[in-house]
């Protein structure tokens, strides 16, 4: 069974492992697979690596299916990489989430857990995405049956939606998608049939070529609806001739942005949105507090659970009033800016200056005074002289990217010693990573996981650690 290319058939799967993965054992040998199965299904793998201890591979056959599946309600579901665990109930995925969590803890982190209250479901599992990036082009995915029922003529090739998994250069064109609120369908179609009725070009990314190339869409809570088209060049005419006709059909837009992108890639951090229509940015309400969000601010995209992730953190963080907190990784400062009220003083920390200047802007605009932020690498900020000059951290959260906190980091929060660190995880197994190094000198006292995103694998994991005396 060393040998790739082999197909395994049969196979009972039993239970989800990391990044969505489903697992099985055949032989005493762990297998991990690909392709949309659950546990309960019996199916064929086709391996494309297999070692000693562990095997990987695609599902290439559905024998059985589970009694567990669902029918999902999305027509896109099983091309589209979005919400791939449709076919699971949503208590079955909040349950997978909660076993995931555990067992990262007990396995990678070999760590003494406190008992653990189940994960906190989202109320609405749909249109729960504040922000989503839609893609131009004019390489439309088509699946076997589209391609052989357009026999010679070749079918429509543009598309506007989301990028294909693992296919660089494949849009899948995207009718209804179940992730924000509308107005999002209703602008994303409107373009799309101006677009076409107008014969304007959707970009190229191979070639280069081509005039429209990404839509993002910012629909917030409070009402407010931002939209910022990405185009290669300036065509004054069309360009203006498409904004006026989007900005009649869809009057809740509040705020319409462009951005002309020349570059090769589509990021747009390095380029400058133009306001045609509004204020040129959203406000988004966490309690009472408002986030300005500009369209290259960096949010998070479920306001609802992120709130949630917020009071969470902040009831771990336990303040009296008295403590100096520093909050790692702040991003636009909002975790900071949350707790500010029971805190005596928070120092925020951030490599993207940017943030830290919304992060600034955010805190004077809440009357928040006790707040000061600071743009650099954690590694570099976070020496003594920085602590010496900003007070010993009572509390400490830190809310890293998914790779965790690098290791000279978890070092000096050891050195730093502050009596309580909260955890903000977006990745249980480098959360349990990095608990495990500061085992040496903390217990883990609570741990909270919350689904921030219901029809995917990923987990968003609090733990709040306390210092041994
Ligand atoms: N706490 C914030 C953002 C968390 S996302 C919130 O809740 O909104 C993680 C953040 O870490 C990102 O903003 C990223 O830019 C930042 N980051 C990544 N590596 C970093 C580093 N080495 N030093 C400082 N910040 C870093």
């Known amino acids: 069974m060393r040998k790739k290319n082999v197909v395994l058939e049969n196979v009972p799967v039993t239970a989800y492992a990391a990044e969505g993965k489903a697992l099985a054992r055949v032989d005493g040998k762990v297998v991990f697979i690909e392709g949309g199965v659950v546990p309960g299904d019996v199916v064929d793998v086709k391996l494309s690596k297999s070692k000693k201890d562990w095997a990987e591979g695609k599902a ?197 942005l462009y951005t002309i992108n020349p570059k090769k890639n589509d990021s747009i951090f390095d380029l400058e949105p133009r306001v045609f229509y509004g204020k040129g940015y959203v406000e988004e309400k966490l309690e009472d507090f408002i986030f300005k969000i500009g369209p290259k601010s960096f949010f998070q995209t479920n306001t609802y659970q992120g709130e949630a992730l917020y009071r969470i953190t902040r009831e771990f963080a336990g303040l009296t009033g008295t403590e100096t907190v520093y909050d790692l990784y702040c991003g636009t400062g909002s975790i900071g800016i949350f707790v500010s009220r029971q805190a005596a003083k928070v120092v925020g920390i951030e490599l993207i200056s940017e943030a830290i200047d919304d992060a600034r802007e955010n805190a004077a605009a809440n009357g928040v005074n006790n707040a000061t932020f600071f743009a650099g690498d954690v590694i570099n900020i976070c020496d003594d002289a920085f602590f010496a000059t900003h007070g010993a951290p009572d509390v400490i959260i830190t809310d890293p990217p998914r790779a965790g906190m690098h290791e000279k980091l978890t070092a000096k929060l050891l050195e730093v010693a502050a009596p309580r660190i909260v955890y903000v995880s977006c990745n249980p197994a480098t959360q349990a990573r990095d608990l495990a190094l500061l085992n040496e000198k903390y217990t883990v006292e609570k741990v909270q996981a919350v689904d921030m995103f219901p029809h995917t694998h990923h987990i968003e994991n609090v733990a709040l650690l306390q210092r041994r005396y």
């Not at 070009?201 to 409070?222: A, H, K, P």
């Open 60 to 256: 290439i056959r559905i024998h059985t299916q589970s009694p567990d599946r669902v029918t999902p309600f999305c027509d896109h579901f099983g091309l589209c990489g979005g919400c791939k665990w449709q076919m699971l109930p949503y208590e079955k995925q909040l349950a997978y989430k909660q076993q995931q969590v555990e067992d990262h803890l007990r396995r990678i982190g070999h760590l003494e857990l406190p008992s653990m209250p189940p994960i906190l479901g989202a109320k609405e599992t749909r249109r729960y995405r504040n922000k989503l990036e839609f893609t131009f082009s004019n390489k439309a995915y088509l699946t076997d049956e589209e391609i052989r029922a357009a026999g010679e003529d070749w079918p429509r090739r543009n598309a506007l939606g989301f990028h294909i998994p693992k296919l660089f250069d494949k849009v899948l064109d995207i009718q209804t998608c179940h992730l924000q609120e509308e107005p999002a369908n209703l602008i994303k179609n409107t373009i799309r049939s101006w677009a076409e009725a107008r014969g304007l070009s959707f970009f190229d990314i191979r070639q280069q070529t081509g005039w429209l190339r990404n839509l993002v869409l910012r629909i917030c809570t409070t009402g407010e609806v931002m939209v910022n088209l990405v185009i290669h060049h300036e065509d004054k005419g069309e360009r203006e001739a498409l904004l006026n006709h989007l900005l009649e059909k869809v009057p809740a837009i509040t705020t319409l």
